[in-house]
């Protein structure tokens, strides 16, 4: 569902204090829809954490936060990582170095925030964080950081709904879900399809691991279509 989301034009954030509810819900902005991830997402988030967390906001910053809500410093630390306090500090490596030891002295008026020089995090470390707090990337698709580095050969997924029988390779991931029928869902940055290979006993891609995919659009006589796979490679 978030994949065709996606692909009719409605972006799908991750959680975040000062938008999201528990749950999913779906906002204008600028007239235009938009979907928030709800807090209930994130790994090892409390139930009451996240009721305060949506009492007490907007919040402007880290310590405005920690002043209003208790929180464990793990869920702090979580919802750094996993992009829910995006905005609040200059990245997310830098909010969480800016994190006090004792998260309770924040509520000391005399506490002062220390802002160390710090590298924002690769793109690498927010898919992996997002990945293992949210249960899948978020803010960037797997395949942004390494296009430019693919083979010149590669084309886009939806190519292959043009050039029906023609033996292509694209990169993608797969996508949790379910097909009915023994496939998987395979997806880029703008497009998915239905894959289902021709080895009944292959085993599906690790899901949101980029993988170069060779296969052919195929179609039956009752008007469905597919991807069928005959080579899956993992990208090193």
Do not use: K
């Amino acid at each position: 569902y978030m994949a065709e989301a996606r692909r009719l034009g409605v972006p799908v954030r991750q959680p975040h204090v000062n938008h999201s509810e528990e749950r999913f819900t779906l906002a204008f902005e600028a007239g235009r829809p938009a979907l928030w991830m709800g807090l209930a997402a994130v790994r090892d988030l409390r139930r009451r954490s996240i009721e305060a967390i949506i009492a007490h906001r907007p919040y402007a910053s880290l310590r405005e936060l920690l002043v209003r809500v208790d929180l464990q410093r793990r869920e702090i630390e979580n919802l750094i990582r996993c992009g829910a306090l995006d905005g609040l500090g200059e990245s997310r490596n830098a909010l969480l170095a800016q994190l006090p030891r004792n998260p309770a002295a924040a509520m000391q008026l005399a506490f002062d925030f220390f802002t160390p020089e710090v590298e924002p995090e690769t793109p690498t470390q927010r898919l992996a964080w997002e990945t293992r707090l949210l249960g899948m990337p978020m803010s960037l698709h797997p395949l942004e950081p390494i296009r430019a580095l693919l083979p010149p050969d590669l084309v886009r997924l939806g190519e292959f709904r043009h050039r029906r029988g023609r033996r292509l390779r694209a990169a993608c991931v797969r996508l949790p879900g379910w097909t009915g029928d023994g496939g998987y869902f395979l997806a880029d940055e703008t497009d998915y399809l239905l894959a289902i290979p021709e080895d009944e006993d292959a085993p599906p891609p690790p899901l949101w691991e980029p993988v170069i995919v060779t296969g052919r659009w195929l179609t039956d006589d009752w008007g469905r279509a597919w991807l069928g796979v005959e080579e899956v490679v993992r990208i090193q």
